[in-house]
């Protein structure tokens, strides 16, 4: 009886137990990832039963997707709200940069969001989401600037952003390379735009990228002067 109790006063609540809910469970995903939200845990932490969860998201999966829906929600309606640059393929740069850095300080929340646990194509978050985009790749596309259709630019954009993320995250954080984000970038900006700009050194970065794939053939040095080596020559390779 006073169990029913407690759920009755809790949903006397009303909205204010969802954002509880959805706030604690974010931040068990912040801090363990998606396996560290377990219905239990999540209703510890929001000081709430059980049952109310399961009224709520009717189960681990919705509550999820809650998560998901909520906080993209909150992302989105910032990138909504700044400001263009002048320049729309800096502007698009600019967005790319903002995805990837959300990416990488919300590692839980975007395998979420890669999942399918993703909010529907047709849900009202996805659809505001992609309208900030295509208005980016619209403005490049009208300053006369785009060399592919805009849905093709679309999906290149959509694909190898979140691509670029999910690859820095499998690597540890504290050797992650960050100018991976930027080649990527920059490959889709030379591919949709008509005026990407040449590799520097281009000559020199070959150069060093075929003496790198053979040095297995070198034995004039010893293994320590071949991983220096072959380290060296990686970072001129990899070189902005």
């Not at 800096?90 to 890669?114: E, K, N, T």
């Not at 060399?147 to 690597?171: D, K, Y």
Request: charged share 25%; net charge neutral.
């Amino acid at each position: 009886m006073k169990d029913r109790e407690k759920v009755a006063a809790e949903d006397a609540e009303g909205p204010d137990t969802r954002a509880r809910i959805l706030a604690a469970a974010a931040e068990l995903i912040a801090s363990g990832g998606p396996d560290a939200a377990t219905t239990r845990a999540v209703a510890a932490a929001a000081g709430v039963q059980a049952p109310t969860l399961y009224r709520l998201f009717g189960d681990k999966r919705g509550l999820l997707s809650a998560v998901v829906e909520h906080e993209l929600t909150s992302y989105v309606a910032k990138k909504a709200a700044r400001k263009p640059h002048p320049d729309p393929l800096q502007d698009l740069r600019m967005g790319w940069d903002m995805h990837v850095a959300f990416g990488l300080s919300h590692p839980g929340l975007f395998a979420l969001m890669c999942s399918d646990l993703e909010p529907a194509p047709q849900s009202s978050v996805v659809s505001t989401g992609n309208d900030v985009l295509r208005r980016r790749i619209r403005n490049i596309a009208l300053a006369g600037r785009l060399r592919v259709s805009e849905e093709r630019a679309l999906g290149l954009v959509s694909s190898m952003c979140n691509g670029a993320v999910l690859t820095l995250l499998r690597q540890p954080e504290g050797q992650r390379d960050l100018g991976l984000s930027e080649a990527a970038r920059e490959t889709v900006m030379a591919a949709i735009t008509s005026e990407a700009a040449p590799p520097a050194n281009t000559e020199v970065r070959s150069a060093a990228t075929t003496l790198r794939a053979s040095l297995d053939r070198l034995t004039v040095l010893t293994p320590g002067e071949s991983a220096l080596l072959s380290e060296l020559l990686a970072r001129i390779t990899d070189a902005g």
